[in-house]
């Protein structure tokens, strides 16, 4: 079985979780293979994918071998697999543009990003030498700049991409129109996690509206003490990010709450929490007779490896894409991985429709 070739934009956390996912689940039965979504995608199972090229802007990580830049400062996720064997790919040194938040330079090193003076290499190079046939993004929120950089790099290196951050290149119409017409998948925007805050959240919406439940009123707050959180103390950088959160719940509400009803998004940064994630949310509507109810939710989840077993089902899924020749939006697997896919689905319907296009029933 021949290897699904990846790039890496950014070494983070989220990253840290997939390339240890990749080698936890090396060798295990599917029966045994806790946490996939789907275990076998085609033929491929995880352990099918392979790095051959990393970016970074960190001075810690850039240069390295990419099985020591995952546990470098500031790292800070769950170690579930720390033997991860030398994988004789150098992190290279990236494009900054707007991917530091100008108030990260006022914290510790330990929790922040220290930029490297490192030349910055030549992507469009390095993608092609490297053989990598996807580029997965996993830059900053508010990466505005960089985030449009680099999916022009794929263009370029004539590469997928998979967009796991919320700047929207997968569901604008300008942008997937480039990868459409150069024949190339494109799958985002913004990844859900396995069971995390959205998709929790879009779950309770749909139960309401099955049900008869008019919701009048809901939020969504979340604490985290990774860079993420840290970078999102700049409310600035927030916008498509409270967007794309927000637009995930109202797409499954049987009607649209009006902006002051509803409030999504990150709330604070907790050093102490590191990357564990917490998601206080609350549901209010009215029952059978007008008689108010409510409910009330915490959630506590490691947010990395959460969202590394949706990533792990979007690449084994833009693989078969490339095998069949398809280029463009991939609708179905974007709609069950993304906050902000070029079309919203509820979570059911999207589900069946991924496993109609891994057996070849659906196109996109």
């Known amino acids: 079985m021949e290897k699904i070739k990846i790039a890496i ?10 390339i240890q996912g990749i080698h936890y689940y090396k060798n295990k039965d599917p029966e045994e293979a806790i946490g996939l979504m789907h275990p076998v995608i085609g033929d491929y ?8 090229a990393a970016f970074d802007i960190d001075e810690r990580k850039v240069g390295k071998d990419v099985s020591e830049a995952i546990f470098a400062k500031p790292n800070c996720t769950h170690v579930f697999c720390p033997e991860i064997p030398e994988m004789g790919v150098k992190v290279s040194m990236g494009k900054v543009l707007d991917g530091v938040a100008p108030h990260m330079s006022n914290y510790d090193d330990d929790y922040t990003f220290v930029v490297s003076d490192e030349k910055q290499s030549d992507i469009v190079k390095v993608l092609k030498e490297s053989g990598a046939e996807m580029l997965v993004n996993y830059l900053p929120v508010g990466s505005e ?4 950089f680099y999916a022009q790099c794929a263009l370029d290196a004539g590469v997928a ?3 796991c951050m919320p700047v929207f290149i997968v569901s604008d119409t300008e942008w997937a129109k480039k990868f459409e017409e150069k024949g190339i998948p494109a799958i985002g925007d913004d990844i859900k996690a396995q069971i995390g805050a959205t998709i929790t959240h879009r779950t309770l919406a749909n139960l309401f509206r099955e049900r008869g439940v008019k919701v009048e009123r809901t939020y969504q707050l979340n604490t985290g003490g990774n860079t993420d959180f840290l970078n999102m103390l700049n409310r600035d950088r927030l916008d498509s990010k409270k967007e794309s959160k927000t637009e995930a719940v109202q797409s499954v509400l049987a009607e649209r709450l009006p902006d002051p009803d509803i409030h999504i998004g990150p709330s604070d940064y907790v050093p102490f929490q590191k990357d564990n994630k917490l998601c206080f949310l609350r549901m209010e509507g009215k029952t059978f007779g007008d008689v108010p109810m409510n409910i009330e939710l915490r959630l506590s989840v490691e947010d990395s490896p959460n969202s590394a077993g949706c990533v792990i089902d979007a690449i084994r899924c833009c693989k078969l894409a490339l095998q069949r020749g398809i280029g463009g939006q991939l609708t179905s697997i974007s709609a069950y991985t993304m906050k902000h896919p070029p079309e919203q689905f509820i979570d059911e319907q999207a589900y069946n429709m991924v496993n109609e296009f ?5 196109e996109r």
Do not use: Q
């Open 9 to 18: 934009m950014g070494l983070g956390n989220c990253a840290s979780s997939l």
């Open 358 to 362: 891994i057996e070849g029933k659906r």
């Open 145 to 148: 700049e960089a985030v449009r």
């Open 161 to 163: 991409f998979i967009n």
């Open 45 to 52: 199972t995880a352990s099918d994918i392979e790095v051959v």
